[in-house]
């Protein structure tokens, strides 16, 4: 390694072939990320452990000295802290579980760790989020606001908003997120970074903290398709004993394809038209008034890239686009009242100090360590649930979801892959948006629909707005792809980011 | 319809909350706001529509499974009781129930 040579630039797959080159250690590689997180000044981490992390990457470099070579080992990353971990804390961000340290490992952290079976990847430590991943910009975490380092004074997206500061940041080459309603989508957007929620059921939600069960779901989050590709070919996978709603499908090599596909494109042979017979499908309800113009600009500008690459674009129709934010807020709110439940001071989580019998104790327990947001939402999910309410709330918007799900199936019909902004602005100045918490929830327009049908999407970065509002953010062009279809939908963002650089931009100044 | 300061402590109590009097205030305007926004669905035809609970239920292929009704888990009392607040010769402590 010499001297200079930076190794935060490198991709996850550059990263993995010096390591299994044996030109630089894990342990090497861990001291430097190591290094940078110890400085960070985005709010990234809620939880740091060099000791743990050497003793991994220790670890990585005995398993590469035995001759392993697996496409992972050795390389560093860090899990939102909705993943439950035996050696870091686990919070969710939430006061609720502020000395929580869970007696067993999520399911992904097993499969992308150092363990036996695991991928090789050492962990260097928790990242922030909002409070059990409710919020759409890290201001609901109960620690800290996580920054965007594109530019300080801003949100980095949220939920997973540690996890899209530190990628974009550079502080890690990858991390784990989670995706409810938009919570890797957005804040991937948002960051300038790359990230993918898979179908759901695709990652066992196993070791996941639930908010809202039938639409949570973990996915990867780096710079660049073909490192999202490497970490979700280890993060998926059946995990049928511990996770009833996991898809019991093959566990696929969604990477494979990326590299060959790269070394197609350097050849005298090169394509000229690698995605010639895509059909993307542009729905109209994505492009209209409430989406600013610097979003829209980018977008298009992507959208005509694609075209050059040789994919036609046509119009479909999501008639009930703008019925998914209702019913996105009455279903996920019902289910995280449900799933926070358990959390009533005896078993783990606060407990108050004063009360005066068993039901007040669970009263003061729960109303101190939730904040406001899980609050609300309780409340919600609470209400909609209620005797009287059921039908007209909770088993209206199941219906209405059931409808989104099939105009979903009509529009792929005319095309393959659909494609829009995966959020109507750019990250908004923290704080800004604080005072009307419901006027929040139509910022999800554009990622809520495919959450609730359950379908895969992306967010590929596509440029930056250029109007003095927008303060040279980036922005994010969301790919949603048909049930099962992340490996296409991986191949067309490689596509796009082989012709492009916007996944190389970085944030500049000291973070 | 608009919900009122009773309907708040009625569900506050149901959830297992304690809302300070300017708590009740404000979530009180927060969900009358967010029930005019849910009210929009009440414009959409859903007759002979069925709920869909779970995205996997449209997966017609992926049928979701029930296990064996047998442990699987090795036992960690000690592992799970870390973390709790009040634990006594590997019980968990709350306050007394019956007088």
Same mark, same amino acid.
């Given at each position: 390694m010499s001297a200079n040579f930076d190794l935060h630039d490198l991709s996850v797959f550059d990263l993995a072939a010096r390591l299994a080159g044996g030109q630089v250690s894990s342990v090497e590689v861990t001291q430097h990320f190591l290094k940078r997180v110890k400085n960070e000044q985005l709010g990234a981490f809620l939880a $740091?452990? =060099?000791d743990v992390s050497l003793a991994q990457a220790k670890a990585a470099d005995v398993r590469l000295a035995a001759g392993e070579r697996t496409p992972l080992l050795g390389v560093p990353l860090a899990h939102k802290d909705v993943f439950v971990t035996r050696d870091f804390p686990t919070t969710a961000g939430s006061k609720m579980l502020e000395n929580y340290r869970s007696p067993f490992d999520a399911t992904v952290v097993n499969k992308l760790g150092i363990g036996p079976g695991g991928a090789g990847m050492v962990t260097l430590g928790k990242l922030n989020c909002d409070e059990f991943a409710m919020g759409s910009g890290n201001e609901n975490s109960a620690y800290l606001p996580a920054k965007n380092p594109w530019d300080l004074s801003r949100i980095p997206g949220g939920s997973s908003g540690g996890s899209a500061a530190a990628v974009a940041a550079r502080l890690i080459p990858a991390a784990t997120g989670t995706d409810t309603g938009g919570s890797i989508r957005q804040p991937a957007s948002l960051t300038g970074i790359t990230g993918i929620k898979p179908t759901y059921g695709r990652c066992s939600r196993y070791?996941? $903290? =639930?908010? !809202? &069960? &039938? @639409?949570?779901?973990?996915?990867p989050m780096a710079r660049s398709a073909l490192d999202c590709a490497l970490l979700l070919s280890a993060m998926a996978g059946p995990d049928l004993d511990r996770d009833s709603t996991s898809l019991d499908l093959p566990v696929i090599d969604y990477a494979t394809d990326l590299i060959a596909a790269y070394a197609r494109n350097q050849g005298a042979a090169a394509p000229k038209y690698p995605l010639k017979g895509l059909k993307i499908g542009l729905p109209r309800q994505f492009f209209g008034a409430g989406c600013a113009a610097d979003v829209l600009q980018a977008v298009r500008a992507a959208l005509a890239e694609y075209e050059k690459l040789g994919a036609t674009l046509v119009d479909v129709d999501l008639p009930l686009t703008e019925l998914s934010i209702p019913v996105y807020y009455v279903i996920a709110p019902a289910e995280a009242s449900s799933n926070l439940s358990r959390f009533d001071g005896v078993r783990y989580g606060h407990r108050a100090a004063n009360y005066t019998d068993l039901n007040d104790m669970y009263k003061k327990s729960r109303s101190e #360590?939730? #904040?406001?947001? =899980?609050? %609300? %939402?309780?409340?919600?999910?609470?209400? $909609? @649930?209620?005797?009287?309410y059921y039908d007209a709330y909770y088993l209206k918007a199941q219906k209405i979801r059931r409808l989104i799900a099939q105009d979903f199936q009509k529009a792929f019909t005319q095309c393959d892959i659909i494609a829009g902004p995966v959020s109507p602005t750019v990250a908004? +100045?923290? #704080?800004?948006? +604080? !005072?009307d918490p419901v006027a929040n929830y139509l910022a999800d327009i554009y990622t809520l629909s495919s959450s609730l049908a359950g379908l895969p999407g992306m967010s590929v970065p596509a440029g930056f707005a250029t109007s003095p509002a927008g303060g040279g953010m980036p922005v994010g062009l969301q790919l949603i792809g048909n049930y099962f279809k992340e490996a296409q939908l991986l191949g067309a963002a490689h596509d796009f980011q082989m012709a492009t650089d916007w996944h190389m931009r970085q944030p500049g100044g000291s973070v | 319809m608009a919900l009122t300061p009773h309907d708040i402590a009625r569900v506050a109590s149901l959830a297992r909350l304690e809302l300070r009097p300017d708590e009740t205030e404000r979530v009180l305007g927060q969900l009358n706001g967010f029930f005019t926004l849910v009210a929009q669905m009440e414009a959409v035809n859903t007759d002979g529509v069925?709920? *869909?609970?779970?995205?996997?239920?449209? *997966?017609?292929?992926?049928?979701l499974r029930l296990r064996d009704d047998i442990a699987s888990e090795p036992n960690q009392r000690e592992a799970s009781q870390r973390s709790a607040p009040a634990v006594e010769r590997g019980l968990f402590l709350v306050p007394k129930v019956i007088e």
């Open positions: $740091v452990d =060099a070791g996941m $903290v =639930a908010f !809202a &069960s &039938s @639409l949570d779901q973990a996915g #360590g939730f #904040g406001d947001e =899980a609050t %609300r %939402r309780i409340m919600i999910g609470t209400y $909609v @649930l209620s005797h009287g908004w +100045k923290i #704080g800004e948006n +604080k !005072a | 069925e709920p *869909l609970a779970h995205p996997a239920a449209i *997966l017609g292929s992926v049928a």
